[in-house]
């Protein structure tokens, strides 16, 4: 497996967000799976450059380097077919669209989609509150715009 520090800054990534706080317990496991399939994972028979780790205990994440290989639609599917059953293999929902995560006072919090509104009129989080942008496209946009205030995101029209 590779280092997210050893990809290009073009790596698409692909961020899942988990319905539910997954258990410090768990993580070394789960990251062991992602390990051994980022290490596996091919597009038409070529080893891809990937990198996949758990963050903030919410987050799946998937990198790949497409300088050298670029990742093809069976991979693609490979890689959602491995996320499916390590989802269900321990419980939780890696494809929920409609929860949303945020830092309030340097803790990681997840509502959906219907709560933001009424958060927000009640002032628990405003446009200045950094919520996790899951659409960053690739390493770059992940380092630098992951975490985004919420005034100056797409996530904004949700309140």
Known sequence: MTDLI????????WVYHCSDIIPDEKIPE???YIFNFVSQWVSHNQALKAYGNIFHNRFLCLFVDETQAGASGCSIDS????IKNLGEHYKVDFFDRMIFSYIKNDEVHTARRLELKSLYDNGNINDQTLFFNPLVKNKGEF???WLVPLGDSWMKRMV
């Open 6 to 13: 050893a990809l290009d800054e073009s790596s698409k990534v």
């Open 30 to 32: 789960m990251k062991k």
């Open 79 to 82: 890689s959602v077919r491995f």
């Open 143 to 145: 380092i630098d715009h």
